[in-house]
């Protein structure tokens, strides 16, 4: 949950930011409230015949702004790893298989 709060408190201040900047300029803002939390497994059930990018996509085009947690070590088919990125990126908080 620290690494939830931590998300959305980031999240937040680019959300504000991006508020405040539309407001001044007169853009209209592209950003939701709230950051969608979602595991590359849960990402692998869903859509089990995408690559890891394509799923990225699916999702992002979904909620706009996600936080894609689980991107390292063993998923839940039995691949390795998420994509190319590097495995010290994921949470590693994630509970495998």
Known sequence: E????TVKSIYK????????ICAKYGIEPILP???TFVSSDD????HPHATPKER???VCKEHKA???MGIGGLKADGTLRHDGRAPDYDD???ERP
């Not at 620290?2 to 709060?5: P, V």
């Not at 990402?43 to 869903?46: E, F």
């Open 13 to 20: 201040a680019i959300y504000d930011t991006e508020q405040e």
């Open 56 to 58: 990225e996509n699916i």
């Open 92 to 94: 590693w908080l994630t």
């Open 43 to 46: 990402l692998i059930k869903l």
């Open 33 to 35: 409230e709230e950051i």
């Open 2 to 5: 620290y690494l939830k709060a």
């Open 66 to 68: 996600v936080f894609l």
